[in-house]
Nanobody, 120 residues
Framework: QVQLVESGGRLVQAGSSLKLSCAAS????????ITWFRRRPGEAREFVTA????????YYADSVKGRFTISKDNAKDTVYLEMNSLKPEDTAVYYC?????????????WGQGTQVTVSS
């Protein structure tokens, strides 16, 4: 089992920066990648960015490319999402999820989410 805990969400003004954390515990050696999703008000959950645990390959949604950066600290088993030039449309609950090595792409583990609100 893997447990994920997000933190760092809060109310910020447009143009600001914010850094979210996703701390993993448990059988973290089973994790293939950590992915950030978000759910904007009234919309379906969407992919934001992902980072493979071993190779460090990063992937971004077009809507955040150039503004958001995903990184990791393996010693702390923590993945970070640094968000710059925030826009009101980035307002969402942000979730991190992990897929196991045995079933890549199947997100078996989810955090509880952290609210990011960007005011105009």
């Amino acid at each position: 089992q893997v447990q994920l805990v997000e933190s760092g969400g809060r109310l910020v003004q447009a143009g600001s920066s914010l850094k979210l954390s996703c701390a993993a515990s448990g059988r973290t050696d089973n994790i293939y990648s950590i992915t950030w999703f978000r759910r904007r008000p009234g919309e379906a959950r969407e992919f934001v960015t992902a980072l493979t645990r071993d190779s460090g390959n990063a992937y971004y949604a077009d809507s955040v490319k150039g503004r958001f950066t995903i990184s990791k600290d393996n010693a702390k088993d923590t993945v970070y999402l640094e968000m710059n030039s925030l826009k009101p449309e980035d307002t969402a609950v942000y979730y991190c999820a992990a897929d196991p090595r045995s079933m890549k792409g199947r997100f078996d583990y989810w955090g509880q989410g952290t609210q990011v609100t960007v005011s105009s």
